[in-house]
């Protein structure tokens, strides 16, 4: 399998999501089928508005979750974010990804206020945060959304199908 790929409809915002971190997500839904989970998502930027994911964490230890909800908690991601950004080729936080168990993947209200948040907060660098969804697999498939934030306006991108 591919790399995954999402482009806003002007293509200016684009999202790869590497085979490895996909394949981590969908163990990870697995793993909580009858409730929420998520991570961070990690990678760089291959230009201003290219942004390549290579890892998706598993939701970290002290994180909260039931049937429709999910905190997300912090044990361990300061320390990973340090020891990825000192490699050769950076990598550093580029959003959350968010597993529902229900079936429409519409981002609650809590998290869009967080990813606002995120884009506006200094202590995150992160001004065009992305919040990738994903739904209950199916039939070999897990449905998905991504959106990403610049400025704190939430636009959504499209899965592009690469040939």
């Known amino acids: ?9 002007d293509g200016n915002y684009v999202v790869y999501v590497r085979h490895e971190a996909w394949q981590n997500i969908v163990t990870e839904t697995r793993k909580k089928t009858d409730r929420e989970t998520g991570g ?3 990678g760089h930027y291959a230009d201003s ?3 390549i994911v290579h890892q998706a964490t598993a939701a970290p230890k002290d994180s909260k979750s039931g049937f429709g909800w999910f905190y997300r908690g912090v044990a361990g991601l ?3 974010l340090a020891r990825l950004w000192e490699q050769k080729e950076r990598q550093y936080y580029l959003g959350e990804w968010h597993y529902h168990t229900a079936v429409w993947l519409d981002p609650s209200g809590r998290d869009i206020e967080q990813m606002q948040e995120v884009s506006r907060s ?8 992305i919040m990738l969804l994903v739904g209950v697999e199916s039939e070999g ?10 400025k704190a306006i939430m ?3 499209q899965r ?4």
Request: aromatic residues 10%; contains cysteine; glycine residues 0%.
């Open 1 to 9: 399998m591919d790399d995954l790929r999402w482009s806003s409809a």
């Open 40 to 42: 961070i998502l990690i």
């Open 49 to 51: 508005h290219t942004a």
């Open 78 to 80: 300061k320390t990973l």
């Open 122 to 129: 200094p202590n995150y660098s992160c001004p065009e945060p």
């Open 141 to 150: 498939e897990m449905p998905s959304r991504v959106f990403v934030f610049p």
């Open 155 to 157: 636009i959504e991108l």
């Open 160 to 163: 592009v199908v690469m040939l």
